[in-house]
């Protein structure tokens, strides 16, 4: 189970940080992607990380802005978000998965998916 939180309203500029946390003890195998839907839009990638950290990957509209992290430790992984923009507006889903990498930014290839949280970027 994935249980997002730190969603809100926040000014455009702003740095929130997401958390997902998961519950069992397997989740150091999994890799991690986050995603978002914006209304009236398809869910879309945003970050994935891999299941020891050791890689990330982001979509283009928010490299250099968002960093996806991961503490094993803590069954956690996270979405800094710097700079927000207004279209950045949307839920944020943190899921679960072992996709290939050619995969890695498929809805598809996640098993498990949080319940969403929303960010609201004003400008």
């Known amino acids: 189970q994935l249980q997002a939180s730190g969603g809100g309203l926040v000014q455009a500029g702003g740095s929130p940080r997401l958390s997902c946390a998961a519950s069992g003890r397997t989740f150091s195998t999994y890799g991690m992607g986050w995603f978002r839907q914006a209304p009236g839009k398809e869910r879309e990638f945003v970050a994935a990380?891999?299941?020891?950290?050791?890689?990330?990957y982001y979509a283009d509209s928010v490299k250099g802005r968002f960093t996806a992290s991961r503490d094993n430790a803590k069954n956690t992984v996270y979405l800094q978000m710097n700079s927000l923009k207004p279209e950045d507006t949307a839920v944020y889903y943190c899921?679960?998965?072992?996709?290939?990498?050619?995969?890695?930014?498929?809805?598809?290839?996640?098993?498990?998916w949080g319940q969403g949280t929303l960010v609201t970027v004003s400008s």
């Open positions: 899921a679960a998965g072992s996709p290939v990498l050619s995969a890695i930014t498929w809805p598809s290839a996640y098993v498990y």
């Open positions: 990380i891999r299941r020891s950290g050791s890689r990330t």
